[in-house]
């Protein structure tokens, strides 16, 4: 269970849009490849590798509109201490061959040590803290999603950030999701792509005294 602002959601009992293992099969019939170095470790971790200023992604050949979570986990691999980066409702230009429109979330990014998010390509929506005590090595389960233009994600169970989008991407027209390495050495594992529902909680502030 997660606690949200006025909402609560259960990732274990939502509608599961995608679960598989990263296997040599999964990853060229459902992703593409778009920069970097990416593959499987022996212990079945997808590994990115990018030494370069810039996001070498990995990216879903399906789309997955309206509220949706995801849910994985992942480790910088040392000696890189940064920027595990995730993007959800997002898409790719092909002419230019970068990241268009998409909802980015990061861990330890922004080269000062924040978990938070930002809207490509633009990058005028921004909002991060410096809150989550990360550990370079360590494995964390991430679930980022959004309920409508209401953005959320948690790290371990416990919810790390949420912003309100006033502008928000078109989350029926732009579906793909994928992960990035971006000047990092990264990996990931255990994805799931699930439908939200939640429960309203929303109460009234009554008098405490």
């Not at 990732?11 to 490849?33: C, G, N, Q, R, S």
């Not at 980015?104 to 490509?120: D, H, N, P, R």
């Amino acid at each position: 269970m997660i606690q949200l602002i006025r909402k609560r959601i259960f990732p274990e009992t939502m509608e599961v849009l995608y679960d598989k293992e990263f296997t040599p099969e999964t990853l060229a019939a459902d992703f593409e490849i778009k920069g970097g170095k990416w593959y499987l470790n022996e212990e079945g971790w997808l590994v990115g590798e990018n030494r370069e200023n810039s996001p070498a992604m990995v990216i879903s050949k399906n789309e997955y509109f309206g509220d949706v979570l995801l849910e994985f986990d992942a480790a910088t691999i040392l000696p890189a201490t940064r920027d595990i980066n995730v993007m959800w409702h997002g898409s790719w230009n092909e002419e230019t061959n970068k990241r268009d429109v998409a909802y980015v979330v990061g861990l330890e990014g922004w080269w000062q040590g924040m978990v938070g998010f930002e809207k490509s390509p633009t990058y005028d929506f921004l909002a991060n803290t410096k809150l989550l005590d990360f550990k370079p090595g360590e494995v964390y389960h991430i679930t980022v999603g959004n309920i409508a233009n209401d953005l959320f994600i948690a790290v371990n169970g416990v919810v790390a950030l949420e912003i309100h989008d006033p502008d928000p991407i078109d989350i029926m027209k732009y579906g793909k999701i994928g992960f990035e390495a971006y000047c990092t050495k990264v990996k990931y594992k255990n994805l799931k792509v699930k439908r939200v529902t939640y429960i309203d909680t929303a109460k009234p502030y009554d008098p405490e005294f």
